[in-house]
């Protein structure tokens, strides 16, 4: 790293303080999803959250879009959604000077900064996949064009663990294009008692602006230049290939509960995420503990458990928490 890019980690590390204390103004606890949010969003990728209704994933997605500049646009998934309904739709135009007609394409909620797909599994497959093209390259085709997405641009879904009545279950190609699944779990009893008291007041938070679009893009570029030892990557690829129950010498458990691990890009985003879990410590460079931290948002999405697995009552958190006490840092 240059000069320039170690002052540019300590000038991140101060401005990760601002938007800690600018979002803790109106979501009050949660200091882990915000962690993994903001990581999300450096490292480029996408973030699913896991969690009953009425705890705030909407209120955090649209505080960190005010507090970021960032353009905001909300989808509600439901059965009748259409994919134009996302990435927009051509209309009729008439020229009253001229009289002629022509089609324009009216960009749809998609063309946005941060995205916030509520109850992404309430729609069905074909609705879901119009979100593919734009999660991956950053770009929508419509009517025989191709339309570049703004950047810097994050997928928030929601989904609910609750009912599945009437919901579609994410096929694994979308889910794999998550780099955290991140689970919202109910606030402690002093976090709801300070929930209550200022939800229920009639005071409303300032926000102030901690960062914009251009200096989350050069925060972006930042991370991929972030050197790390190849140590760090053969802890990370050592980890994800112990999740499949096909490779040589597989663990005897991941054999038994495991139908299909997860894929290359499950290295790619531990180690993306480890470097930015770094910097956004002041570190210049990651460490294997920065790999172990973030396996679990990483992988428990990316792992099909077998049948087997379900018999014995086993989900992916017990089984990455069983790879993270066996798989051991080489050297």
């Given at each position: 790293m240059t000069q320039n890019d170690l002052e540019a980690v300590e000038h991140l590390k101060s401005a990760h303080q601002a938007l800690k204390t600018?979002?803790?103004k109106v979501i009050v606890g949660q200091t882990e999803v915000v962690e993994q949010l903001l990581m999300a969003l450096?490292?480029?990728g996408h973030c699913l959250l896991v969690g009953v209704p009425g705890l705030a994933k909407t209120l955090l997605v649209s505080t960190v879009a005010r507090v970021l500049d960032l353009k905001f646009s909300r989808i509600q998934f439901t059965p009748d959604l259409m994919p134009s309904d996302i990435t927009g739709t051509e209309i009729l135009e008439e020229d009253h000077t001229t009289g002629k007609r022509a089609f324009r394409f009216m960009k749809g909620p998609v063309f946005a900064n941060i995205v916030l797909a509520d109850e992404i599994n309430r729609t069905p497959p074909k609705t879901q996949a119009?979100?593919?093209?734009?999660?991956?390259e950053h770009e929508v085709t419509a009517g025989g064009q191709t339309f570049h997405l703004d950047e810097p641009f994050f997928v928030l879904a929601t989904q609910n663990p609750i009912e599945q009545e009437g919901t579609y279950p994410l096929p694994e190609a979308q889910l794999d294009r998550f780099m955290f699944n991140v689970y919202v779990n109910y606030p402690d009893e002093s976090e709801e008692h300070k929930i209550v008291q200022t939800t229920t007041s009639a005071?409303?938070?300032?926000l102030k602006q901690a960062m914009n679009a251009s200096e989350i893009?050069?925060?972006?570029q930042l991370v991929r230049r972030v050197p790390v030892s190849d140590h760090v990557i053969g802890y990370a690829v050592s980890l994800v290939r112990a999740t499949r129950p096909k490779e040589n010498s597989p663990l005897p458990y991941i054999k038994d509960w495991v139908s299909w691990g997860a894929g290359p890009r499950a290295s790619q985003y531990l180690v993306l995420g480890a470097k930015c879990r770094a910097i956004l410590d002041g570190r210049p460079t990651p460490a294997v503990e920065d790999v172990r931290a973030i396996a679990l948002p990483v992988l428990r999405h990316r792992?099909?458990?077998s049948f087997n697995a379900e018999a014995d009552g086993v989900g992916t958190l017990e089984i990455v928490e069983k790879l993270l006490g066996d798989v051991k840092a080489k050297g």
């Open positions: 600018e979002i803790g450096l490292s480029n119009a979100l593919l093209q734009a999660m991956q005071a409303v938070a300032d893009k050069a925060l972006q792992i099909v458990t």
